[in-house]
């Protein structure tokens, strides 16, 4: 934000020259035949992934050695902007040499890295981030094609920001445990939501089944459901305040909490009446029970037990009534 | 060679309009509005200029062409000026737009949207053209605007101006119209289209950037927005942009004088172009020749996404442009692709050539040659044209 951002660049200043040399001259470009895989001895697989409707596709290839399991051949085919195929190319060349399973830990994150021209300068520019997920989504693909497996089954986690892997386990526990109430922050802790955006709400780049602003959401609701908790019992309000129900409820909740456990320890209990403003007082009548009833400290220090805390815990004018 | 085909984007400032503007810097800086020789010394060529804009545009003496900073400011003050007088008034409660105009009047909108006002986004049909009688279905006594463009920036698509300004002027609804991509590529006269309220913008007609133009009908003057020391009739206050009003002067000029070359020459360099273009396999262009801006093309190049052609263009120095799914910040697929509805695979695959009556033959030739180079090169790299082994089973149709 500020001066860099009121003037904006085109988003080519900002790809790396690795990007910039893949895209004019990638190096693994091209397609695998049966005939070629055939002659290497190999199995090819062929698997897609994206569509042009949404503006980036990709088709890799790979010769895989039966026995070994290792990618021997590695090329691609991609539908896309210059950061498309550049990660396609990366991709393809990460590829290389590696067993499928050991591929299948290849993330768009080892993508962009492989393709910055130094350690600490993005490959490229945020929004194309995204171009790269398709790059780590289509090696599970071929992956699964060649184990003869789901694709879902190589992601243990689900994954709300693809550009940046953040799953929602881990977006759930820091809204929690920071009390994130904005995207901004969100971004600001896991980078999530940093890159393509489409994660943040619908109508981004791509449909997703969990965005940032349903957990925003979500973790509102839960706070809200916890604070009406909480006026249903009127816990927040000065006792005065209260309804007559929110009163009953404070009251019994006191007992609850420092008187009853005694009185049944003693074979009683109470119940509570009603509650009226008299004057300066706040008449509580009560009704003892069970073996309370009748007791010689029912009208002496149980009683004075009972007011002392329902005074301290309360309001200052509480007087206990019992009938 | 370069290039410049971008011309629905800016345009190069012609030499002319650049040698008028260039003594208010250094030699007659005065603020019109003091009182001195300096102040003086700009008050002809202001008229001057003034007098041309308003020929430019066939405006009555009697109505006012304000000067703005640009055609954004422009859609703004009517659409919020709009909004004090109608909406929050509650006086009316609804504005037409098309869905394909400008991000400046598309926003505008959006914003009255969200104080509560309703808007209708007038469809485009399947060639990317507006059928004026619609614009008849949704009005209603509480329409308070209807917005147009006279044509559309992407596919050059000219919309029926004088039939929607007769059918507002029947229902007794405003009726304004962005008219940057028109000015210099159509005739455009503001008493025989009914128009109340015009948008225009110098840069888009070889003038100056930060000089535009709200033209407002007499007696249709709108709230302002910029109050201050009362310039422009108090329409709006700001120090006058000599310079600008100068340069737009002249390039209104030009414009006009330049306008038989615009829709003769330059349409057929363009046809003949487009022609060429259209030999090469799997191309696309939606919109009808004779109902274009006789400067643009929108192609599609199938299995190309825009913006790697235009990088390819680019690496040539050529310069086109793209609203499609990478160029742009939000990777959003090309709006009024979309909105035609084309097939959607192509909608990621248009490219926009933009011609100027400063394109040569020469040039355009030059850029069919590394159009061709171009798309033989992205055609090798792309899925769309991939080996697939028998039986494969394709999963690049479907959305993912």
């Known amino acids: ?323 | 060679m370069r290039v410049y085909l971008d011309n629905n984007a800016t345009t190069i400032v012609d030499p002319h309009v650049f040698e008028q503007m260039e003594p208010f810097f250094v030699q007659k800086y005065g603020n019109p509005n003091s009182l001195h020789q300096f102040a003086s010394d700009t008050h002809a060529p202001l008229k001057s200029a003034m007098e041309k804009i308003y020929a430019g545009i066939h405006a009555h003496k009697d109505d006012n062409v304000v000067i703005t900073s640009c055609a954004t400011e422009s859609n703004n003050w009517v659409f919020k000026s709009i909004y004090f007088e109608y909406i929050i008034t509650g006086r009316k409660n609804h504005i037409i737009i098309s869905e394909v105009e400008h991000p400046s009047v598309i926003a505008s909108a959006k914003f009255l949207e969200s104080q509560g006002c309703r808007v209708t986004y007038l469809p485009i049909n399947n060639e990317g053209l507006i059928e004026a009688q619609t614009v008849r279905d949704y009005i209603t006594d509480k329409t308070a605007l209807v917005s147009i463009m006279w044509a559309n920036n992407e596919t050059g698509a000219i919309f029926p101006i004088e039939e929607i300004g007769e059918i507002c002027k029947e229902k007794g609804v405003l009726f304004h119209t962005d008219a940057v991509q028109a000015i210099g590529k159509l005739p455009v006269d503001v008493q025989s289209a009914n128009i109340d309220y015009l948008t225009l913008s110098a840069h888009k007609f070889h003038g100056p950037k930060g000089v535009g133009a709200l033209y407002m009908k007499k007696g249709k003057e709108l709230t302002p927005l910029f109050h201050g020391g009362s310039q422009m009739g108090g329409h709006r206050s700001g120090t006058l942009n000599v310079a600008g009003i100068v340069g737009m002067g002249k390039a209104m000029e030009q414009a006009v004088d330049a306008l038989d070359y615009e829709m003769a020459d330059i349409r057929e360099m363009r046809d003949d172009f487009e022609d060429k273009l259209l030999e090469i396999e799997d191309t696309f262009v939606v919109t009808p020749r004779d109902k274009r801006t006789p400067n643009t093309i929108l192609i599609s190049f199938r299995g190309i996404e825009g913006e790697s052609m235009l990088w390819d263009l680019n690496r040539s120095n050529i310069a086109a442009s793209t609203g499609s799914a990478c160029a742009s910040e939000d990777l959003e697929a090309n709006s009024v692709m979309e909105a035609i509805g084309a097939a959607e695979d192509l909608a990621h695959t248009a490219i926009r050539f933009s011609l100027s009556r400063y394109t040569t033959q020469e040039e355009l030739e030059f850029t069919l040659a590394v159009v061709k180079e171009a798309v033989t090169r992205l055609r090798g790299i792309s899925s769309s044209y991939a080996y697939a082994p028998e039986g494969h089973e394709s999963g690049l149709d479907a959305h993912h």
Not at chain 1, 151 to 166: L, Y
Not at chain 1, 207 to 227: G, N, W
Not at chain 1, 298 to 313: M, P, Q, V
């Open chain 1, 1 to 323: 934000m500020g001066m860099d951002s009121l003037i904006g660049g085109t988003i080519w200043d900002e790809y790396s020259q690795k990007v910039t040399d893949l895209m004019n001259n990638p190096q693994n470009m091209g397609e695998i035949t049966q005939e070629q895989a055939d002659e290497m001895g190999a199995k090819l697989i062929v698997a897609d992934f994206g569509a042009e409707s949404c503006g980036d596709a990709v088709r890799l290839y790979w010769a895989v050695h039966p026995k070994s399991d290792v990618i021997m051949l590695s090329k691609f085919k991609s539908f896309g902007c210059g950061t498309a195929i550049a990660s396609s190319d990366t991709m393809a060349e990460l590829c290389k040499g590696k067993t499928v399973d050991e591929a299948v830990k290849i993330t768009n994150i080892d993508v962009e890295m492989a393709m910055r021209d130094n350690p600490e300068t993005p490959a490229v520019p945020p929004q194309k981030m995204h171009c790269s997920v398709m790059a780590y989504d289509v090696i599970k693909k071929a992956a699964a094609q060649y184990k003869g497996v789901d694709m879902e089954s190589f992601e243990k986690e689900i994954i709300v920001c693809e550009c940046a892997r953040v799953t929602l386990s881990t977006l759930k526990e820091v809204i929690r445990l920071n009390d994130l109430t904005s995207i901004e922050q969100i971004t600001d802790y896991t980078k999530a939501g940093a890159f393509c955006k489409s994660c943040i709400k619908p109508g981004g780049h791509e449909a997703k089944d969990i965005y940032l602003v349903d957990l925003l959401e979500e973790y509102e609701q839960e706070k809200m459901a916890k604070s009406a908790d909480a006026v249903a019992s009127g816990a927040n309000l000065p006792f005065l305040e209260m309804t007559v129900v929110q009163k009953l409820k404070a009251v019994d909740k006191v007992i609850d909490d420092n008187i009853r456990q005694m009185l049944i320890m003693d074979g009683g209990d109470m119940e509570i009446l009603d509650i009226k403003e008299n004057g300066e007082n706040i008449d509580i009548y009560i009704r003892y029970l069970g073996a309370c009833n009748g007791c010689a400290s029912s009208s002496t220090g149980t009683l004075f037990a009972i007011e002392n805390i329902l005074r301290e815990k309360l309001h200052p004018e509480i007087r206990v009534l019992p009938i």
